[in-house]
């Protein structure tokens, strides 16, 4: 599972303007002018423009959708591995093989994506079902918090009040990997068994709070830039025409932000719990 960051939208092939299909079109109207009569080519000339999706380029509604079809398949992986939680460590593993051969492809792979999206539904259900059991209420309380973070981001976003600016994108990629690196040297802690806690570093309590709080909303914070960095890649990608193709991508960096967005609000949910 990848812990945060879009390196998937970072490919310059893929987000750079060179709107599809311009250039067909052109070039079949040219072929076939000297066959046009005069009322053809007034009929022709009343026609509206094609619009992106003649043209094959992207659109809102192609990213939309897509994402709904990879989110789709989170649900029912997710529902698969609540029923078989033993599901979640294969799924995690696929997820993450799945995730870096996605962010790293030259051209999007619908059934690469969709898969990830499904082997992640498995992690994400089972690890639910055994925090859930664990604090009963949660899981659905962590979808709850996805959803609210998700509008409340997209409304921000729209009103042009946050924005993608580049001293925005130092200061997150900075904060990004010190986070990556931090729960790299957590996890093995826990694994070695160096500290005896559920949580590692994250369940040690700092002026009787526990720092899995203070970091959990720090995470949450990155993973909600995430999505406005998304937003301005898509926008970006829209307005410049890129392959229609390409909202595959958009849908597959919408979607690991999503996974990840939900996994740190589900394990805030937790610590605050158990803390009671």
Known sequence: MAI???PVFNNPKAFRGSPAGSAAVGSTVLAGQTQLSSQQLQDLYNQPSA?????????YDDVIMKTLACLALVVVGGAIGWMYPILMIPGMIVGLVLGLVNAFKKEPSKGLILAYAGAEGLFVGGL???????????????VLGTVCVFA????LFKSGKVRATPKAMRFFMIALIGYALFSLVNLGLMWF????????????????????VIIGLFAIGLAAFSLIVDFTSIEQGVKQGVDRKYSWTAAFGLTVTLIWLYVEILRLLAILRGDE
């Open 4 to 6: 945060g960051g879009n």
């Open 51 to 59: 619009g992106p999706a003649q043209t094959g380029r992207m659109t």
């Open 128 to 142: 639910s079902m055994v925090i859930d059991r664990m604090y009963p209420g949660v899981a659905p309380q962590a």
């Open 152 to 155: 409340v981001t997209l409304l």
């Open 193 to 212: 068994g160096v500290l005896d806690n559920q949580w590692g570093v994250r369940g040690v309590e700092f002026m009787g709070i526990p720092l899995g």
